[in-house]
């Protein structure tokens, strides 16, 4: 018999850095099955205006990741990937990440969060729809694998 993973403990979100760049392709790894994030997008994205990567740690570990995507002159931003270590489920930890995103998301005076949410991931689902999103369509063969997605949004206050 195996004991249950330790709880991570206290979570913090942050800005991620090149410092997070081999931590993040693990768990990129290790959460998703097709559509992954490579090293130079991370790369990308880390130094950029237009995208934002948020990291959540506890107990000196990378516990999630949260990838937004701004465009100029839009009140809108789009929530590309989040992503939750498996041993971190149950903690808090995409909540945490949410929560975050969203803050930024305010800061940078944009009125509302879309994002799109694998049509079997009832995890997810369920996470979002907790935090106020709302279902606004589905988008048949979305992901590389084919898999459908089904589209969110929050107006954010």
């Known amino acids: 018999m195996t004991a249950d993973p330790e ?45 934002l990567v948020l990291v959540a740690t506890g107990s000196g570990k990378l516990l999630g990741s949260a990838v ?34 969203e803050a930024v998301a305010r800061r940078r005076r944009c009125q509302r969060m879309r994002l799109e949410v694998r049509v079997g991931n009832r995890a997810a689902q369920r996470l979002y729809e907790s935090h106020g999103y709302r279902r606004t369509g589905l988008h048949p063969g979305y992901y590389e694998d084919g ?11």
């Open 147 to 157: 898999g459908d997605a089904l589209r969110y949004r929050k107006e954010l206050d």
């Open 7 to 51: 709880p991570p403990g206290r979570v913090h979100v942050r800005r991620a850095d090149a410092v997070d760049l081999d931590a993040l392709l693990r768990l990129e790894n290790r959460v998703f099955r097709s559509d992954l994030i490579s090293r130079a997008q991370y790369r990308r994205h880390i130094d950029s205006d237009s995208a």
């Open 68 to 101: 937004l995507f701004f465009r100029r002159g839009s009140r809108s931003v789009r929530l590309y990937s989040l992503a939750r270590a498996p041993e971190a489920r149950g903690h808090g930890v995409g909540a945490a990440l949410l929560r975050a995103a």
